[in-house]
């Protein structure tokens, strides 16, 4: 049965477990910068997992994933150039389907985060197609803000996105890359390569 709520657009939800840390199973709980506790309610931040898919063999891996609280994602907003995100929001208010998300988030009935990010933001190509993509999300304490996001940029148009960034841009978000995932060198590289980190 219905209930009135069930047609209201959803504001928070508990975080679907889609966006639980795929290391540890559970919720993210630190900032990967400045390891601030983040499951207090009141507390915001944002989740970013890259996925890569290897459909010959079937695999499909998290390249890398993070929680970052809202003053840290300030600050290194502050860190980019004016004109790398200048260009990034012009490309997000010509190619993200807005409408289309005010109506799936609209849709009456239980909230379905899964389909929220079914289909990439910037180009509507299906999660199923995406070599390479990335989920993001925003959050407050346990929960996840349902706005905007969640939702999911296929590799794409992360490459599209990453054209579009100054050079000095993308040395801090290498710099990040470097500094915060214990990762082997391949891996790296292919990150870099697939432009796969975006905040
Ligand atoms: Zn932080």
Redesign the pocket.
């Given at each position: 049965m219905d209930t009135a709520d069930n047609n209201q657009m959803p504001n928070n939800i508990p975080l679907p477990p889609q966006f639980y840390s795929y290391a540890t199973g559970q919720p993210f709980d630190t900032?990967?910068?400045?390891?601030?506790y983040l499951l207090l309610p009141g507390t915001q931040?944002m989740i970013e997992k890259a996925i890569i898919r290897y459909p010959e063999a079937g695999i499909t891996d998290v390249a890398f994933e993070y929680a970052?609280?809202?003053?840290?994602?300030e600050k290194m907003r502050q860190s980019l150039s004016t004109d790398s995100l200048a260009r990034i929001e012009s490309y997000f208010r010509e190619h993200a389907n807005l409408a289309g998300r005010q109506e799936l988030l609209q849709r009456p009935g239980k909230p379905e985060p899964k389909e929220w990010v079914a289909t990439c933001l910037l180009n509507n190509t299906p999660i199923e197609e995406a070599a390479e993509y990335q989920l993001i999300a925003q959050c407050d304490g346990p929960n996840m803000v349902v706005g905007l996001a969640p939702y999911m940029i296929s590799g794409r148009a992360a490459d599209e996105l990453s054209e579009l960034l100054s050079a000095q841009t993308k040395e801090v978000l290498d710099d990040f890359i470097d500094e915060h995932f214990g990762l082997p060198p391949e891996l790296k590289a292919l990150i870099k390569e697939k432009n796969l980190l975006l905040l």
């Open positions: 900032c990967v910068i400045c390891q601030t931040y970052m609280c809202l003053p840290c994602s």
